[in-house]
């Protein structure tokens, strides 16, 4: 039995499930609307504030698909509930981030500018702070969206292990590299 997909989810208040046609599940509350088409094959029930997902056999297909769907809901009952947020840094001499409504302006140390333009459904703020380390704040309801325009400002200029110059998550911990000792 798979462990995580047996789990059940508590639905918190203010967030309604609906159970579409061909399983496609729905969830709205607060920060928002998520929809996620869930196999045909397993059973989805909601009962006095808790989801369940349920396999039919115990073929890997079925037992793999089982915990993948219950942490896909998972994470939409947290990010219409409470949202998910990302910090990003720019370490380097020169780095600076501005952002006009949902264009995001980047100076990388490039000959130019990149400009970005975030999907809707992500907040940006930006913060500059004299002696600090320029702030990309992003927030949203979907986790893997969030994810993936975290990881492409990132892919801009990634962390480089000798001065760690780069865009970073907040608190992450580079591994540093010695350079080129000279000799005598």
Excluded at 83 to 105: A, H, I, P
Excluded at 124 to 132: D, P
Aim: aromatic share 4%; glycine share 10%; net charge positive.
């Amino acid at each position: 039995m798979s462990r995580i997909g047996k789990l059940p989810i508590t639905l918190p208040a203010g967030v309604a499930v609906t159970i579409g046609k061909d399983n496609v599940i729905t969830l709205k509350g607060p920060k928002g609307e998520l929809n996620q088409q869930v196999s045909s094959d397993m059973k989805i029930e909601v009962n006095d504030g808790v989801l369940t997902i349920e396999r039919p056999n115990d073929e890997k297909e079925s037992r793999s698909l089982h915990g993948l769907y219950r942490s896909l809901l998972n994470n939409m009952v947290i990010g219409v509930s409470e949202g998910f947020r990302k910090q990003l840094e720019l370490v380097g001499v020169g780095y600076r981030v501005t952002n006009s409504g949902q264009v995001l302006e980047l100076s990388l140390g490039y000959s130019h500018s990149i400009l970005m333009e975030l999907p809707k459904e992500v907040k940006v703020e930006t913060k500059m702070e004299r002696n600090k380390n320029p702030l990309i704040l992003l927030e949203s309801c979907d986790k893997q969206l969030l994810g993936q325009v975290c990881a492409k400002i990132r892919s801009f200029r990634k962390p480089e292990p000798y001065k760690g110059k780069g865009v970073r998550f907040v608190g992450e911990q580079i591994r540093r590299k010695s350079g080129k000792t000279a000799s005598k």
